[in-house]
């Protein structure tokens, strides 16, 4: 069993659409939860960065963590054709380790 | 903004060469990764560095190795290159939180 699971998609949803995002993992030692946006041809780049359980919003988008289910979410309100991308989700036990595990990525295509 | 560059964005080789990637990062960051990312195994770590001239492998370290002689320039090294190691190379830096900044990658086809 991996330690994180994502779904790879693609996913497909019309302009404006709400799109959720999931992924769990086995590890409870788990703390530190990100979200990244990789364009095509690209590297990733942080959009979200949360600690522990809970919620953080920034604009459109909105990170979930559940630790009692080991499950986090992103969600993207009012989706744009430019959201389109893969969305990789990380974690890691420690503050300012070198010990990241990454999801495989969710292929998200947002239709005009 | 942080900027991480890697020296090329395509690169073919052939089996057996000696092949150098090199990631210079602007932003005085300790922290600096090589990874790989390969479709259905996502991002994997290949070694990591803390500080200059210090090293730590990562999970798949095998047929790498890396010199880091100046804190902005991080090199990854493959030493007789083969064709499993056809894949996107990713540099990354962090200050030393949780947060990585990565460069644009590497596609390295290995013929």
């Known amino acids: 069993q991996k330690e994180v699971e994502q779904d790879p998609g693609p996913l497909s949803v019309p302009e404006g659409a709400i799109v959720s995002l999931n992924c769990t993992y086995s590890n409870s030692a788990f703390q530190y939860f990100m979200w990244y946006r990789q364009y095509s041809r690209k590297g990733p780049e942080l959009l979200m960065y949360?600690?522990?359980?809970g919620n953080k919003e920034d604009g459109r988008f909105t990170a979930q963590v559940d630790k009692s289910s080991k499950y986090i979410s992103l969600f993207i309100r009012d989706s744009q054709p430019s959201d389109s991308a893969t969305y990789l989700c990380?974690?890691?036990?420690?503050?300012?380790?070198?010990?990241?595990?990454f999801g495989t990525g969710t292929r998200l295509k947002v239709l005009a | 903004d942080v900027k991480v560059t890697q020296s090329s964005r395509y690169l073919v080789k052939r089996t057996g060469e000696k092949v150098f990637l090199e990631c210079v990062q602007d932003?005085?960051?300790?922290?600096m990764f090589w990874y790989r990312q390969d479709p259905g195994l996502g991002l994997r770590l290949i070694y990591f560095?803390?500080?200059?001239?210090?090293?730590e492998k990562g999970d798949i370290p095998e047929g790498y190795s890396v010199s880091r002689e100046k804190k902005e320039r991080f090199s990854l090294i493959l030493e007789s290159a083969s064709t499993n190691q056809t894949s996107m190379y990713l540099c990354?830096?962090?200050?030393?939180?949780?947060?990585?900044?990565f460069g644009p990658g590497t596609r390295l086809t290995v013929l």
């Open positions: 990354a830096t962090s200050r030393g939180g949780n947060e990585q900044f």
């Open positions: 990380a974690m890691s036990a420690a503050s300012g380790t070198y010990k990241y595990i």
């Open positions: 932003m005085d960051h300790e922290n």
């Open positions: 560095s803390y500080d200059v001239k210090m090293k």
């Open positions: 949360t600690y522990s359980s």
